[in-house]
């Protein structure tokens, strides 16, 4: 069982940054593919980012150069580092952890771009 904790949204004006956090309690968080989604109102819930537990990334195209996702399995945690954030950026941002067939998720966080 993991349990999973994301904080660090808020308003930003556009161009700003922001970094998400997704704090990881309850099992080995190492061995876990660590995602980030999101999910603006009214639309499908998107992969943003993904980090494998060999440190292998990937992106959505529509984030790539912008966004950056790590990991400090030290302290059970995974980032998102948002920069050049556009109001189309505004959703609640959630992040899971996958371990083959299993799937935890956190609540969510929102962020919203807005001047």
């Known amino acids: 069982q993991v349990q999973l904790m994301e904080s660090g949204g808020d308003l930003v004006q556009p161009g700003g940054s922001l970094r998400l956090s997704c704090a990881a309690s309850g099992s080995i968080f190492s061995i876990y593919t660590m995602d980030w989604y999101r999910q603006a109102p009214g639309k499908q819930r ?10 292998s990334t990937n992106y959505a195209d529509s984030v790539k150069g912008r966004f950056t996702i790590s990991r400090d399995n030290a302290k059970n945690t995974v980032y998102l580092q948002m920069s050049s954030l556009k109001s189309e950026d505004t959703a609640v941002y959630y992040c899971d952890a996958r371990f ?3 799937i935890y998720w956190g609540q969510g966080t929102q962020v919203t771009v807005s001047s």
């Open 46 to 55: 998107e992969l943003v980012a993904t980090i494998t537990p060999g440190d």
């Open 100 to 102: 083959h067939t299993i």
